[in-house]
């Protein structure tokens, strides 16, 4: 049996427990107050006398009726199996992240760089979105569908993890990265469809221009959700130099205006992170404004498992009487 799911349509009888106590008490006092069935003026002529096995098992009998009584009182509480049936109604949202790998994604005005700091608020949000669609497009110069929308969640998570600066030609391509994520979500069935565009830049480059990629979006009736990345004014940009590695401080540039008009058009919302606590708390308010409707429908059945109780109880009780009557027959 497994315990865990056990439960007892009528625990009240546990109650019943009670009475065995009493039995066993009466059955010592009436040992006790037994009276002898021959008087003899001394009893030293039988103290070398030992009793008979018959003598020494016969408190079986009172133990095999405590058995079945235990038993009898389980059995009338009702043991139960229960096992319970869920189905769960996912309304889902299908979301593309869309996440900057330029350059200046190196930045260091979050820690430990901007890249970093992007990956690991993304993984964290992905976790909470547990019912949710998601993919994963990479742009820089160029835009790359580096995970399309799945519920496989372990496998958007390692891809998460091995995007790196540098892996597509330097730029930032902001019309492409929209349009790449837009394209990826525009034919799922999702009862929601949204992008999180991610970048710290100003659209310099690409074959699809900002304006055409949001047009694109608003057709589809997808919401665009916008974040800035850097700090404000100054932020150190590692620069390699004859001299190896070396940082520079920089101007922040991001096309604000830009990044503004996408999401309210779209119908999303536009964010400036300049720290890593500002940048997780954004994902924190997407998450919260993003919500998934689940509606989770439990059936509970039960099986009755009364019956090998009931059946100790009636194979104690058989046996006590057929050893009461055969092998611990009283002579009278």
């Known amino acids: 049996m497994d315990w865990k799911h056990i439960t007892f349509a009528h625990p009240i009888f546990f109650g019943l427990f009670l009475v065995i106590p009493l039995l066993i008490w009466w059955q010592l006092r009436n040992k006790k107050r037994s009276h002898p069935a021959l ?20 408190p079986v ?12 009182i389980v059995a009338m509480a009702r043991p139960q199996s229960s096992n319970v049936t869920e189905n769960i109604d996912s309304e889902g949202i299908d979301i593309v992240l869309s996440v900057d ?6 930045a260091e005005d979050l820690k430990p760089n901007r890249i970093e700091a992007s990956k690991k608020v993304a993984i964290d949000f992905v976790e909470k979105r547990t ?5 994963l497009v990479v742009f820089a110069g ?11 969640h372990e496998v958007l998570k390692q891809q998460i993890s091995a995007i790196r600066s540098g892996m597509l030609v330097d730029g930032t391509a902001i019309g492409d990265g929209l349009a790449t994520a837009v394209d990826r979500i525009r034919r799922s069935n999702g009862k929601s469809k949204v992008v999180i565009l991610l970048t710290d830049g100003v659209n310099n480059i690409g074959k699809v221009g900002p304006e055409l990629a949001l047009e694109i979006a608003k057709a589809y009736k997808i919401r665009v959700y916008t974040i800035g990345v850097g700090t404000i004014g100054m932020a150190p940009y590692p620069v390699q130099t004859p001299f190896g590695m070396q940082r520079q401080m920089q101007e922040v540039q ?6 503004k008009k996408i999401a309210s058009e779209t119908g999303g919302k536009y964010y400036r992170a300049t720290n890593n606590s500002s940048l997780k708390s954004i ?21 009755e498992l009364f019956f090998p109780f009931a059946f100790i109880a009636l194979v104690c009780l058989a046996l006590e009487a057929i050893l009461r009557y055969t092998v611990f027959k009283s002579i009278t």
């Open 39 to 58: 008087r003899l003026t001394t009893l030293s002529g039988l103290t070398s006398v030992k009793p008979t096995w018959r003598v020494r098992f016969r």
């Open 61 to 72: 009998l009172f133990i095999l009726r405590l058995f079945a009584l235990s038993a009898l």
């Open 101 to 106: 790998v330029s350059g200046s994604m190196l």
């Open 131 to 135: 019912t949710d669609r998601i993919g």
């Open 142 to 152: 160029e835009s790359f569908t580096q995970c399309p929308i799945t519920i496989d």
């Open 254 to 259: 991001i096309d604000e205006p830009l990044l």
């Open 283 to 303: 994902y924190t308010d997407i998450d919260k404004l993003e919500k998934t409707k689940v509606e989770i429908s439990s059936y509970k059945h039960y099986a």
